[in-house]
């Protein structure tokens, strides 16, 4: 990761929202995951997920391709590459609050038993969270 000016900021940029996108999907996955829905993922699962979704972004590399270099579960996989299963579900939500497509987000969301204020609460915690990592970054450089 680098920063400064141009295309260092870009991909800043780029590593702060893969970030936020990991640290969403890990925490509505706390959310939700209830006696109801008990095959939710673990939350480290999640921010693989949420993490690796638009890894194209940062490396210029298809996610399909990286995917097969790396050691993922098949849920992962199918999560990540057909938005298959629970973590799809919580990926597609995560990834349409992201996107301003809000009826895929509630509809996401809502299919997971929680309401779209839980993307908004979830929204505003992980933009704190992904600043206080780059941060760290930042000051370590």
């Known amino acids: 990761m680098t920063t400064g000016g141009g295309d260092g900021e870009i991909q800043t940029e780029?590593?702060?929202a893969a970030l936020l996108r990991g640290r969403m999907c890990e925490s509505v996955g706390d959310v939700v995951r209830t006696s109801r829905n008990w095959d939710i993922p673990a939350g480290g699962s999640l921010?693989?997920?949420g993490l690796f979704s638009d890894i194209?972004?940062?490396?210029?590399?298809?996610?399909?391709e990286i995917l097969e270099d790396i050691d993922v579960t098949d849920a992962v996989r199918d999560a990540i590459l057909d938005h298959?299963?629970?973590g799809g579900t919580i990926l597609a939500a995560v990834e349409?609050?992201?996107e301003a497509d809000w009826d895929r987000a509630e509809g996401g969301i809502g299919r997971l038993g929680a309401d779209a204020s839980t993307l908004f609460d979830v929204y505003v915690d992980s933009i704190a969270w992904a600043g206080d990592r780059m941060a760290y970054h930042k000051d370590a450089a």
């Open 14 to 16: 780029i590593v702060k």
């Open 56 to 64: 194209k972004m940062l490396l210029g590399v298809p996610v399909s």
């Open 96 to 98: 349409g609050y992201m």
């Open 84 to 86: 298959e299963g629970p």
């Open 47 to 49: 921010f693989l997920l």
